[in-house]
């Protein structure tokens, strides 16, 4: 069975604070990685994609462990806008979504 | 923001009843994709499409079925809903084949069925 995992949370934390965000997937196999956010009661958008290199985006980095299977994203100097769920995604055909953790920055 | 509209956005049903969600998009995208969303899963692939007529099967296809009879539209059918097929369903396009290295699948604002 295919598996992508992430904490759940919520994690909550002050505004201007560092979170990370951890992901696991089960096959070895995948092809690639992505974050996507989601906000509530919306539809899911792309946030960054993962390169093994590592990669940064603003505020937003992602890196990738092939090796141990393993995806984090770290989000720097939070804002208040940054309070959304974030789904973890691998693809090894298509696109398999993890269940996505929430985030809450509060003032 | 991509041109996708899904139709109805909200519907309320009975157990029994056929469904059929609509899924337009204006941006000739080849791939087209039905999810589903529930609480405690995380976003599940129901069916998608590489091109017209040409369809495959998802992870949780049992009780659906699709049609693309047109590049604009993809549409996606409970031949007699059940309440385990309450959710939110969306739908997405993606412009490059699933084994290309892009991972930007660009999703419709979603519809919330409630199958009583």
């Known amino acids: 069975r295919k598996e992508v995992e992430q904490d759940p949370g919520p994690f909550n934390v002050p505004e201007g604070a560092t979170v990370a965000f951890n992901c696991t997937y089960s096959n070895s196999a995948s092809q690639s990685f992505f974050w996507y956010r989601q906000d509530c009661r919306k539809e899911p958008k792309l946030l960054m994609s993962?390169?093994?290199s590592g990669n940064e985006d603003g505020r937003f980095t992602a890196q990738l462990n092939r090796a141990s299977q393993y995806i984090s994203l770290l989000i720097r100097d939070s804002k208040l806008s940054d309070s959304a769920t974030y789904l973890c995604?691998?693809?090894?055909?298509?696109?398999?979504f993890g269940k996505g953790t929430k985030l809450s920055v509060k003032p | 923001d991509a041109g996708i509209t899904q139709s109805p956005r909200h519907k309320v049903t009975e157990t029994g009843t056929p469904v059929t969600l609509r899924c337009h998009q204006t941006?000739?995208?080849?791939?087209m994709y039905w999810y589903r969303q529930d609480p405690g899963h995380g976003l599940r692939l129901i069916h998608y499409s590489y091109g017209v007529k040409d369809t495959d099967k998802g992870e949780v296809s049992d009780g659906y079925s699709v049609s693309r009879s047109k590049t604009e539209d993809f549409l996606l059918t409970l031949e007699s809903a059940t309440s385990s097929q309450t959710s939110v369903y969306f739908c997405?396009?993606?412009?490059?084949?699933?084994?290309?290295?892009?991972?930007?699948?660009?999703f419709g604002e979603g519809s919330r069925l409630t199958v009583l």
């Open positions: 995604v691998v693809k090894w055909g298509n696109l398999i």
């Open positions: 993962v390169y093994s």
């Open positions: 997405a396009i993606s412009e490059v084949v699933p084994e290309g290295n892009t991972g930007e699948l660009f």
């Open positions: 941006e000739n995208h080849r791939y």
